[in-house]
């Protein structure tokens, strides 16, 4: 009677799943299911030499990250190393079509450091703030929620969250030892120029900057209170069935008080080391969420109405959202590629791309980056 019971439960899982048109197949923790690229009615063939080209196009930088850091931030002033740096492995890469694996490649159960993919889920945890409502809305003042004198100022007063998500505050400081001038600063001047600069209004002007972030991240801490990867393993990686591999890291000298025990700031990437340290199949999974509009087994972990607004063109850049890039036209852009295309990008050719139309993920370790574009291509072409 209990077996019958239990048959009858799950052909009206099954039933309810196709009745709202979900079709995405959701891995267990600890394993995943493979098929064929020829289920799907892709080329087997085309998509090989896709993954031959990525194998091909290794990232040129150095494997021992520490000096590709300090290599590709040779410019800046004052620029140090304060968090953890791993060595690095080879290209390596799954492709992921309605929640199974249709291709893989190189040691995707290896933890590397994964540099500026870190920012998306740094985003995600400011969503999972506003869905828990710790804070009222993304276009509040940010000073109104963190008022020690990080936002002290009349431009920095002016700052709110969505700001400083689509990296367009323009936030004036210092922080964990960094100056918001001294990163990534313009090509032309000298420091007193970059010191002295007008600051922009607002919202109005996009620039990458990593201090500007890593204020973002000790913002959340001020909200959440507690450890921002212990949310990020409670909230999300834990119900999506991620290893227990995954670090995120902050800096030596980013340790703070948070009601009266000492907690580490993480950083939102590995500019000076730190940084989310990470595996390709825990990415893959975290993708997989996003491409089902937040949702995990019929559980809603973060809003579909966050995932539509962090995945909007901002103001400032149309190729860019809360901390996801958006294949706009604008700098950014694929050509030739779907517009819909949304994705995560970190230094050394780390990439999460999400196709929702196609139901589609793609997950990319240490690939050229200016072979991204060409990449993605040759996997379209296969479809």
Same mark, same amino acid.
């Not at 209990?2 to 979900?22: N, P, V, Y």
């Not at 800046?76 to 929640?99: F, M, N, W």
């Not at 323009?170 to 090509?187: F, I, N, T, V």
């Given at each position: 009677?209990?077996?019958? +019971?239990?048959l ?7 039933? /309810?799943? @196709? ?17 064929s ?8 063939? +085309?998509?090989?030499?896709?993954? &031959? ?16 850091i ?10 140090? @190393? ?16 309605d929640?199974? /694996?249709?291709?893989?490649? $190189?040691?995707i #159960? ?5 540099f ?12 999972l ?6 804070i009222?809305?993304?276009? #509040? ?6 008022w020690?004198?990080?936002?002290? !100022? ?10 400083l998500l689509?990296?367009?505050? #323009? *936030?004036?400081?210092?922080?964990? $030892? ?36 890593? =204020? ?8 959440w ?5 212990q ?12 290893s ?11 340790? =703070? ?6 907690? &580490?700031? =993480?950083?939102g990437?590995?500019?000076? !080391? ?28 973060i ?5 539509t ?15 996801? *890039?958006?294949? &706009? ?7 030739g ?10 230094f050394? !050719? ?34």
């Amino acid at each position: 009677m209990r077996t019958k +019971k239990a048959l009858i439960f799950l052909l009206l899982g099954c039933f /309810i799943s @196709i009745a709202s048109g979900q079709q995405t197949y959701f891995p267990e923790r600890g394993n995943w299911t493979e098929k064929s690229p020829s289920a799907f009615n892709i080329d087997a063939k +085309k998509l090989d030499e896709a993954i &031959q080209f990525a194998k091909r196009n290794e990232y040129s930088g150095a494997k021992d990250l520490r000096q590709a850091i300090l290599k590709g931030f040779e410019h800046e002033p004052y620029h140090k @190393i304060l968090g953890p740096t791993k060595k690095r492995g080879g290209p390596a890469g799954l492709i992921i079509k309605d929640g199974y /694996i249709i291709a893989k490649w $190189g040691a995707i #159960d290896r933890v590397d450091m994964t540099f500026s993919i870190t920012k998306s889920y740094l985003s995600t945890i400011a969503g999972l703030a506003i869905d828990q409502k710790l804070i009222s809305a993304t276009d #509040d003042f940010t000073s109104d929620y963190v008022w020690d004198h990080t936002f002290d !100022g009349e431009h920095n007063k002016k700052i709110t969250w969505r700001h400083l998500l689509t990296q367009s505050s #323009d *936030w004036s400081g210092q922080l964990w $030892g960094g100056y918001d001038w001294a990163d990534r600063p313009p090509r032309e001047g000298g420091i007193d120029d970059w010191k002295h600069r007008k600051l922009n209004q607002p919202g109005t002007v996009f620039e990458y900057n990593d201090v500007r972030v890593n =204020v973002l991240g000790y913002a959340l801490l001020n909200i959440w209170r507690k450890p921002l990867p212990q949310v990020l393993k409670e909230k999300i990686m834990d119900p999506i069935g991620a290893s227990t591999t995954w670090r995120w890291y902050g800096y030596e000298n980013s340790w =703070v008080n948070i009601d009266g025990i000492q907690t &580490q700031s =993480v950083s939102g990437g590995g500019h000076s !080391g730190g940084g989310l340290f990470i595996n390709t199949l825990d990415h893959a999974r975290f993708g997989l969420l996003f491409l089902n509009q937040g949702k995990w087994k019929g559980q809603q972990l973060i809003s579909k109405e966050w995932i539509t607004e962090a995945t909007k063109p901002s103001r400032a850049n149309p190729n860019y959202g809360f901390m996801w *890039w958006l294949n &706009q036209k604008g700098d950014r852009h694929w050509e030739g590629l779907p517009e819909h295309i949304y994705y995560a990008a970190g230094f050394g !050719g780390n990439f999460i791309v999400i196709d929702q139309k196609e139901n589609l993920v793609v997950v990319t370790r240490w690939l050229e980056p200016k072979h991204i574009g060409t990449f993605m291509t040759k996997i379209y072409n296969t479809l």
